[in-house]
């Protein structure tokens, strides 16, 4: 039995992937690389930055309110780990590439 197809995600385009976010001084060869997708970071802006509750923050993206809560919980470990342990932050556009 195959997984359900996952549901299109509206995120904004003013988070463009490809960016990398670094500690300065070491260079990105040396350092673990952390990927943040595009629709944890639109989850991620919507709650956080935007202050919108969770369940409008679904409605703008045209998700579930739990979807947005396992990508809010998802960003913000991989945003904290990547601090921590002075790992690069890789914004990809999706898990299939």
Do not use: W
């Not at 990398?20 to 997708?37: G, Q």
């Not at 802006?45 to 309110?65: I, K």
């Not at 904290?80 to 299939?96: G, R, S, T």
């Amino acid at each position: 039995m195959s997984p359900r197809p996952k549901k299109p995600r509206k995120c904004c385009h003013e988070h463009p992937a490809g960016r990398v976010f670094k500690p300065t001084s070491i260079p990105l060869k040396e350092l673990t690389m952390v990927t943040l997708y595009i629709d944890e970071m639109e989850a991620l802006h919507l709650c956080d930055g935007q202050g919108l509750t969770q369940e409008e923050a679904g409605q703008r993206m045209g998700v579930s309110r739990g979807t947005i809560q396992r990508l809010v919980t998802s960003g913000r470990n991989k945003m904290v780990n990547a601090i921590v342990n002075c790992q690069a932050l890789v914004i990809d556009k999706d898990e299939e590439g």
